[in-house]
Every structure is written in C-alpha cells, then in structure tokens.
C-alpha cells in the first residue's frame, strides 16, 4: 500500500513537469523524504525507484515508437545462422569433407492493412535449390543474394493473392519434388477457410516463369492447382491430404533448364517428355501420443507423383515419421525423423528435387535419418544422414553416404 500511494504521487510529478529533469532531481528528493519520515525503508526505496527507471524507459519507448511512420511500427525481422560440418563418401567419385555456413535474414512490414510487403536475402551463390556456402579458396568472401521478395494482399481473412519471388506457394509435407531451398517466381492465389469445428478446406493455385527466353517468342512457364483439406479426426488426431496437378508449358523439344542435374531423358540435348503431373500428399499427426509428456507429437507422412507422359520411368514416392517436438526452439525439445524416397528418372524435372539427395538427380532412390536437440533458446543441433543410389543397373557400386552436422541460431 506504501509502494502504492508513493508511485501515485511520483506519477502525478513526472507528469506535471520536463521529465528527465523530475526524473533525476524530484522524483530522487522525494523518496528521500518518504525515507526519512518512515514511510518507506531503505530496501522500499531502492526497489521503487528501479521500477521508476524501468517505466521511464518504457514510457519513452512508446512515445520514440509513435512518432515512426506504421509501417516502421509494424516491421518485423527475423534470421537465423547455420555453421555445417559435411561429409560426403561415394564409392565412384572422391570423399569430401566439407565446412559450410548459411546466413539468412528477413524483413516483413504491411503496406495497409490488407497489404504485406516481406523481403529477405541470405547467402549463396545463386543456385535455387541452396542457400550454402562453401568454407574455400583461402578465406573467400561469401556471396549475398536476393531470397525472397514478394506482396501479399489479403482482402478477406480467407483468401489471399501474391506476387515476385515467393516461399509458400502451396502445401508438401517434404522435399521429394521440391527442395525447401527453393522460392518460386510468380504469383498464386491461396485460399483457406473452415467448415466446421473439425474440417478446414484450402486451395491454391498459381503460375511461376521457369525461364525467360530472349531468342523465342515463348518463355516456359508452370502452373498447379491444388485442392485440400485438414480433419481433426480426433480431439488428438489429425489428417490432411492434398491433390496437386502441375502443368508445364513450353518444356518438351526445349534444352535442358538452368540448374537441370541431367539426368531427365534427353534428345540431342532437349527433352524428350513433357511433366504435366499428378501429386498426392498427406500428413495424420497423433498429439501427445501414449501420454508421455516428453514427445509432442508423432506423425506420419507421404508423397507420391506420377508423370503420365514420362515414358516407363515416370512414378516417385516418399513415406516418412517423424517423433517429438512439433518445434524446436527449448533446451531439450527434441525431434527425430526418418523417410524412405524413390524418385524415377521423368517424375519430375530435374531442377526441383532436394539437393543433399544425391545432389538433387532424379532415378535415385535410398534414406534419410534426421535428429534435432534444442541446446538453448532458439540454439539447436541438428544432424542429418542420407544413404542414397542411383535406382537400377550398377547403382549398388555408386551409393552415396552424406553426413551434415549443423548448429543453428535463429533470431
């Protein structure tokens, strides 16, 4: 109650004269005051003027804050650091071993209210499927590129349309097709609403630019629909599962794409098939499962995709669990994982899939094992193995183990 009476009296001097000067001389005399009187203790005395500076602070916080302009006020920015220790044995080819960073930073702000505007760079030396850079060439300078930028307007809670370079243009619950390096260029319309307590519907569509050709008049171009919907089957228990039909335009009788990894069959240097293909994905998450308190959630997952007009090697498959933290970004959280993936030769073109996957080619199959521990507040180590081989023929001779070693900081 004394504490009480004395920040009342303490507020009503601050408010009624220059601040910092009440602050450092008023606000000091009379604590001393209060003190001698034996209103307050010395202890009394301390602890209230520390919650005086401390709210000082905060109100000079606030008034610093509204004189920015909004969209200062509603910036955000976020990155994250990853230092990797990689190292690569095939039978065919010399083992590596590999020190590599990745830096990446992001900056989001809204234009208006239905209007938000993210922009983010990160390391890399332009390849669309990574953001790595290799620790060479006597202390060498690392590149820095554009990763993402892209508006995004949302005229109603449900729908929303973007545009530019972008991250989530629709919905894999792994990298079988697409490597989660890569941002997409173009725009899509993504629409999401709930039907009831336990259904949620979504669908997105959307038109990316593959190439920009200066010698024709045609630039090759994709575009997907994809319709969806999550189920709470249970109080603990959820399923959502996703069809996606992806068309490519201007691809067959064209040369092989930037970035291909050749291994798509080719005539005389151009492709043979087209890759209007089908996809299947799904995810059923079991929360809390067998009530132990220190594993979050089990889940299970897949892919599948089919290439109808890609000759006899045209089908490609992921199935997947994962254990533990549904995040990690606690000490001890914890995540383990494991997939199995087959990807024929004309699934899919070969400048999408995941690159630490047999260096992102196509016709391979094999494993991937992954553990995630939080070692502090957004500080983990993640450890990766990949056991992969080309599908058929003398693959067995070219296997691959990849082994990556990361910590990872984000901010």
């Not at 920040?7 to 601050?14: K, N, R, S």
């Not at 390849?127 to 930028?149: G, M, Q």
Request: proline share 3%; charged share 25%; hydrophobic share 35%.
């Amino acid at each position: 109650m004394k504490k009480a009476i004395c920040g009342i009296i303490i507020v009503a001097v601050l408010a009624g004269g220059n601040r910092a000067f009440a602050a450092s001389t008023q606000v000091d005399a009379l604590i001393r005051k209060l003190v001698d009187k034996g209103i307050l203790t010395q202890q009394e005395a301390i602890e209230l003027k520390s919650e005086i500076i401390e709210d000082e602070k905060l109100v000079q916080q606030e008034t610093l804050k509204q004189t920015l302009p909004q969209w200062v006020q509603d910036m955000k920015l976020k990155g994250d650091l990853r230092v990797r220790y990689q190292q690569e044995r095939r039978k065919t080819v010399n083992s590596r071993n590999r020190g590599r960073i990745r830096a990446r930073l992001g900056l989001e702000t809204k234009a208006n209210d239905q209007v938000k505007v993210a922009v983010g760079i990160a390391t890399g030396s332009g390849d669309p499927r990574s953001t790595n850079e290799t620790l060479e060439n006597s202390f060498e300078k690392s590149d820095i590129r554009l990763d993402y930028a892209y508006a995004r307007y949302s005229p109603v809670t449900w729908a929303s349309v973007q545009a530019g370079k972008l991250q989530d243009a629709f919905w894999v619950p792994k990298d079988l097709i697409f490597d989660s390096d890569i941002t997409f260029d173009g725009t899509t319309l993504n629409l999401t609403k709930k039907l009831n307590d336990r259904l949620e519907g979504f669908f997105n569509t959307g038109f990316f630019l593959l190439d920009e050709n200066a010698t024709e008049n045609y630039d090759p171009y994709m575009y997907f629909g994809q319709p969806g919907l999550k189920l709470n089957t249970s109080p603990k228990t959820a399923l959502k599962l996703a069809g996606t039909y992806y068309n490519f335009d201007k691809i067959k009788g064209t040369a092989k794409l930037a970035h291909s990894s050749s291994t798509n069959t080719l005539t005389s240097s151009a492709y043979r098939y087209n890759y209007d293909s089908y996809g299947t994905d799904a995810e059923f998450t079991i929360d809390n499962p067998l009530s132990f308190d220190w594993i979050d959630q089990l889940a299970f997952l897949g892919e599948y995709i089919h290439n109808p007009y890609g000759g006899e090697h045209n089908e490609g498959f992921l199935l997947g669990v994962r254990i533990g933290a549904k995040k990690i970004a606690a000490p001890r959280q914890w995540q383990l994982s494991y997939n199995f993936r087959r990807l024929e030769r004309n699934a899919v073109l070969d400048i999408f899939p995941d690159s630490d996957f047999y260096s992102g080619q196509t016709h391979v199959r094999g494993h991937e094992a992954a553990l995630t521990y939080g070692l502090g507040k957004n500080v983990s180590l993640d450890m990766d193995y990949y056991r992969s081989q080309p599908i058929g023929g003398s693959g067995k001779d070219k296997s691959e183990n990849l082994v990556q070693t990361d910590l990872n900081f984000k901010f």
